[in-house]
């Protein structure tokens, strides 16, 4: 793909233009627990081509007194000033579209208030001058900096201007509730070797301090050429040395601009907390830090960072081109070692979701979409997409941990770093499931890595059709994973299935908008064949609730075949009626069915079809004594013949026993904490010769019989020597 023009750029961004559902500013951006069910707002899914920018933002935080390109908005009365470059006058009122101001300088000598407007006049250029802004709105009443008119963004070209030594477009030093959009930014290439950003909001010096609401939208940086990693399109920094004041930001919002050709970085945030040992805030100078539907494009040194960040959510970003990767050939441009497109550092209880990277380079190392640098924990990367880049997909650094990597979808990253992922010595633990590693011909990167931490792949795809083999070390687990190609057979996986996935069009995909390449086909081995995961998440790539019954492999979660309810019992007519019992004393009482004696050797009581032959159980079973021990019957064909899943508080287990001829034997078992006193959910799937179980949702165990027997029977509850309560029993099929 050639190098785009400004005009194809802005084509690239333009679906982030379009309104979708909305975030409250303020509100819900710190709930996201990487733990948890995550953090998922607005649609699932962003339109797109092959390397476009595909995100269509959610609706605006705005306000505002007009209607201009910045949105319409409504808040608190104050003034609205006009700026026309070619028409207007300094010594102009400045408050109507005829009497406008002609300078940049002219607004920067004015002390803004609440609910103050600058607006700028659509197809104005203002070269070799730049916007210094002062004064602070207030909540309900922020300033706003937007455009007037019909016809072209209005243009900033800063040039080679400078104070103290750094160039920007827009700077917001030491102020709050102050939003800004519709504009676009430059400087082009110039001789002086210096800082410059295109829009900086800065905390510096004596009026540092706590800021809140700055909000950056609809604006076209590009072509800014800065010295260092400090610059770059949307730069945020918290500027001091240990003696000085320290500032912090909350409600920031950066959403829907597009920044292009642009040395350093194109959006970050940084507090110099991280380099000093007196402030207190390098964990989370950002708190409710949004970053949506931007796309980032020929970037020098990384796509989009978050430093010291608490619980920001990042999403519906696109970055292509990432790592020296502008046109320029300025001298003073940094030498780039390592570069990510989309990541974070210092920062705790990240959501990272719906983005997609193309193209990031590898240079000396790095080159990665997705990276848990260091000091990160409790963070997630979900429902992601990334293509072609060259350090594989997945970077954890050292000083990490409790992160998660979950229903992301890889296409051909080429691995050139150490493989799919790179994990650095030191890092904690990573649960990494769900996701879908596709890999063509020709690639020989590791499809796994390992660390000094614990890490666990559960339910992933992973189509090697390169090289690559699997690590393989006592640090790391392999579980329900689907594997096809080359070297499927290394992992030691307990429950491995290799085999194709049948995909809907493996390789075929091009970004977030075409992604449904990675569909499962009817009949996959990939459907229902996976296994629960603690907290998985809302939803799968595509937007389907989890679980459709058991869990499938993959980032598709397929929707759940037709079940038909054989038996259904919540016990809340107050009677037993349909069940017969053998030894005990069994009851209804608060609406659930109770055993109570301890003194029978076995108690038990079923109900159905002696005809029921492939079916699920499920019920709420409640251990009524210490050391007691209790479960489900399956296919009970008589006294002496039936399957029992039981938990048992004495061994701290979920077990499988088969009783044939009178015999009872212990056939399956799995480590479960149980407590007397409080309700499980047990389930059992009987399907040929197969059992299944499972304990509040996660499989526990299966077992299969050298022969199916017996073939098919009633369900149940049983316990020995034990008191024990059931409700809300269930019996579906298939």
Known sequence: MGLPNASAVLALAAALLLPQPAHAAGTGHTTAHATGTGHVTGTAHMAGTAYGAGAARTASHTSGPASSAYGTVRRAAGTTYYVDAAGGSDGAAGTSPSAAWKTLGKVNAQTFGPGDSVLLKSGGVWTGQYLDLRGSGAAGAPIVLGAYGTGARPRIDFADTAVDGEGFGVRLKNVSYWEIGGLEITSGEQPTDRRRSGVLVVGEGAGAGDFTHIHVRNTYVHDVFGTDRRTGGINFHARGTSTGPESTWTDVLIEGNTVDNVADTGIQTMTDALLNTTWAHDLDAFRDLVIRGNTVTRIHRDGILVRSGLAPLVERNTTDRIGESTTSSLPYLDDIAVVAAQWMYATTDAVFQFNQAFRTRKLDGDGQPWDFDQRVYRSVYQYNYSQD????????????????????????????????????????????????????????????????????????????????????????????????????????????????????????????????????????????????????????????????????????????????????????????????????????????????????????????????????????????????????????????????????????????????????????????????????????????????GFVDGSQVLTWTAPATEPTTGKVGLRMHSSAATLDDLRVTTP
């Open 389 to 692: 880049n060259e350090g594989g997909t997945l970077l954890v650094m050292d000083q990490t941990d409790d992160n998660v990597f979950r229903y992301n979808i890889s296409q051909n990253d080429l691995d050139r770093s150490v493989g799919v992922f790179h994990l650095v010595s030191g890092s904690g633990d990573l649960k990494v499931h769900n996701n879908v590693f596709y890999r063509s011909a020709g690639q020989t990167g590791q499809m796994t890595g390992t660390s000094t931490g614990k890490v666990a792949y559960t339910n992933n795809i992973f189509v090697n059709q390169g090289s690559g083999a699997y690590s393989i070390s006592g640090n790391v687990t392999y579980d329900h994973n689907l594997y096809s190609g080359t070297n499927a057979n290394q992992p030691n996986d307990p429950h491995r299935i290799v085999a194709s996935p049948l995909f809907v069009a493996p390789g075929g995909a091009s970004g977030l908008a075409s992604a449904g390449a990675y569909r499962l086909q009817p009949g996959s081995p990939g459907i229902d064949s996976g296994v629960a995961v603690p907290s998985p998440g809302a939803q799968d790539f595509f937007g389907t609730a989890l679980y459709q019954g058991s869990p499938d492999r993959g980032a598709h979660e397929s929707a759940a075949a037709p079940v038909t309810t054989l038996l259904s019992d919540d016990f809340g007519d107050g009677d037993a009626a349909g069940w017969a019992s053998t030894g005990g004393s069994w009851s209804v009482a608060n609406g659930a069915y109770s055993q109570t004696s301890t003194a029978a050797a076995e108690s038990l009581s079923v109900t159905g079809s002696a005809a029921w032959a492939d079916y699920t159980v499920q019920g709420r079973v409640r251990l009524d004594n210490a050391s007691a021990n209790a479960g489900l019957v399956l296919r009970y064909a008589d006294p002496a013949n039936f399957y029992l899943f039981r938990l048992n508080d004495g061994t701290d287990t979920a077990d499988l026993y088969r009783k044939a001829n009178g015999t009872l034997t212990r056939v399956a078992g799995a480590s479960v904490p149980i407590v007397p006193g409080v309700f499980r959910t047990l389930r059992a799937t009987v399907s040929g010769s197969t059992v299944t």
